[in-house]
């Protein structure tokens, strides 16, 4: 391998978060400029927001189940 496996996840996890971070900016942009398909987006991205956090909170130990 390339890359240590445990370095090669933190870089997987990291990348979500920063996709989900410019995803969100983009949308605001483009929702603000007036764009309907933005808008559409919005609560697709909401759904993959809440996913991450949760995620995130598993991952952290504050959720289980």
Same mark, same amino acid.
């Given at each position: $391998? !390339?890359?240590?496996?445990?370095? &090669?996840?933190? @870089? ?6 920063? #996709? ?10 483009? $929702? !603000?400029?007036?764009?309907?398909? &933005?808008?559409? @987006? ?6 993959? #927001? ?16």
């Amino acid at each position: $391998a !390339i890359v240590d496996a445990k370095t &090669a996840g933190c @870089l997987a996890r990291y990348s979500k978060f920063i #996709i989900s971070g410019v995803g969100t900016v983009l949308i605001e942009f483009f $929702a !603000i400029r007036g764009y309907v398909r &933005a808008l559409w @987006l919005i609560t697709i991205w909401m759904v993959l #927001i809440v996913w991450l956090l949760g995620a995130l909170m598993f991952v952290c130990g504050k959720l289980w189940g």
